[in-house]
Every structure is written in C-alpha cells, then in structure tokens.
C-alpha cells in the first residue's frame, strides 16, 4: 500500500480517536488536508435563533478571517448563501459557493465591502446536521495565497468524503442545543420590529421580505422567483421600500440594515 494511503488512513483513525475532544478539530482538518488541497477552513454552526458560533478556522491569507467576529458573526451572516442553505435545511452534502450564490452576488454590498476583502476565489462547505434546528458547515477555502478554483476532480473527491465528514462533525458536536425555532414569518417579523426601533421605519412584510433579497444578491427576476410574484412587482416594492427608507441605493440599503441584522436571529417570534 502507498505512503501516502497509510497516511490518509493513519490520519482519519487520528480524527476518530480524537471525536469528543479539543483535538478533533485540528485532526479533523488535517485528515481533510491529506486528501484536498485548501487554503484555509471554517467550521461554522448555524442555529435557528441566535448568531452561528465559529468552532475552528485557519489561514493562510490572515485577511480570510480578519473581519469574521467584528462583521461576519456580528450580522453579515444573514446575508451568506450559506447560512440561506441552513435556512433551507439542504440535504446533507457538499456545496460550492458559486453554485449557490445569488445571481448578483459578485455585484451586492456584502461581496463588496466583506466578501470580496477575504481574498476568496472558490469556496465550498461539507453541510451536515447534529441536531434538529442545527447545521454545521465545514468550509474549505481557496483565496490569494494560491489563486486557483478547485477542479472538478477535487470537488468529486469532496463528494465521495462528505458521509465521512456528516457522521465525523455530527458525532462531535451532537451535544450542541439549538435554542428553538425562527420560522420564515418570525424572521420577517423581527426585522419589521427591529428596523422600527432603530430606524422609525414602519416596513410592511413584503418590503421586509424584498430587503432581504435584494441585500443577499438577488436580482429582480431572482426575487420574484423566490416570492412568487412578478419582476415588475418586486421593482414597485423595492421602489417603495428605498422611499420609505429615504435611500436611493443598495449601499445605502446595506449601510442602513448592518448595524441591525446581527439583533435580529436573537429575537426570536
């Protein structure tokens, strides 16, 4: 058998011996890094009523993880295709960021002004779920330090590991409690009540709904597909939502809404 077989194999039996302890993560990451080639990773577990919590991350590029308490954990986060992943309890698997991102992604507020300062080119996260109401994300990473995406060899390899990672992460961090549920109206209705507190603006919950959208990225074709209603529709709310706001454009909509959105999964309906 090859070095490198009994490597990958000594490394996973390290990861497994190491379940329930502070080493799992660390070994975890380094049985991942024998079979995929990364930049950096981040372990993130998402909940339904409170901020995710980050349970390991290391770099190579330190502008990866430099924001990622101050803006990230704070409230950006509602705002990741990620996170919408866990909102949409996705099945257990592997996800690319590219595949799931909004259609104006690269274009929104919070690529330009967080997302894109990571120095990020390509990103997916092995997705699986210890607990109801919890999901935990393993994210591998590529940014400046080597500047390349991963190939499609390397994300079927990503495939054919993820079980092993589902049933090594779920079997960690089962003990993790989610502090309950936020449905879809919960959700809406916090951001109604919190953007009146802080703002004096009285959103109605389609204008609430369209915010949110357009603050992940959505264009509006996409909005529309996610709501049900009409491109042109979603231009008369979106119109009626920057008057309201006395703003004229996502990056003041962005600027408005930051400061607020990391309150908004601790106030549960």
Request: aromatic residues 8%; hydrophobic residues 40%; neutral net charge.
């Amino acid at each position: 058998m090859p070095d490198s077989a009994r490597s990958e194999e000594n490394l996973l039996a390290a990861a497994i011996d190491h379940l329930n302890t502070n080493d799992f993560p660390n070994s975890l990451s380094a049985w991942l890094r024998s079979r995929l080639s990364y930049d950096n990773i981040t372990i993130l577990a998402y909940f339904q009523n409170q901020p995710p919590v980050s349970l390991m991350f290391e770099n190579r590029q330190p502008k990866v993880h430099e924001n990622i308490s101050q803006i990230y954990l704070a409230g950006a986060y509602l705002l990741d295709p990620f996170h919408d992943l866990h909102l949409k309890n996705v099945p257990t698997g592997v996800y690319r960021l590219s595949d799931i991102a909004p259609d104006k992604f690269h274009r929104n507020q919070y690529f330009i002004e967080y997302y894109g300062n990571t120095t990020m080119v390509d990103e997916f996260a092995f997705v699986s779920y210890p607990a109801q109401g919890i999901s935990l994300h393993v994210c591998l990473g590529r940014d400046s330090n080597s500047n390349k995406r991963f190939t499609i060899r390397e994300l079927a390899v990503a495939h054919r590991l993820s079980p092993l990672v589902s049933a090594l992460t779920s079997g960690h961090w089962k003990d993790i409690i989610p502090k309950g549920e936020t449905t879809k109206g919960g959700f809406v209705s916090n951001l109604i009540e919190t953007t009146k507190q802080a703002h004096g603006i009285s959103l109605s919950p389609r204008q609430a709904e369209v915010a949110m959208l357009v603050l992940q990225g959505h264009s509006s074709v996409s909005i529309g597909l996610n709501l049900g209603i009409s491109s042109q529709t979603v231009k008369v709310f979106r119109k009626q939502l920057y008057r309201k706001c006395k703003i004229s454009s996502q990056a003041e909509l962005f600027n408005l809404m930051l400061p607020i959105l990391g309150s908004l999964s601790a106030n549960p309906d």
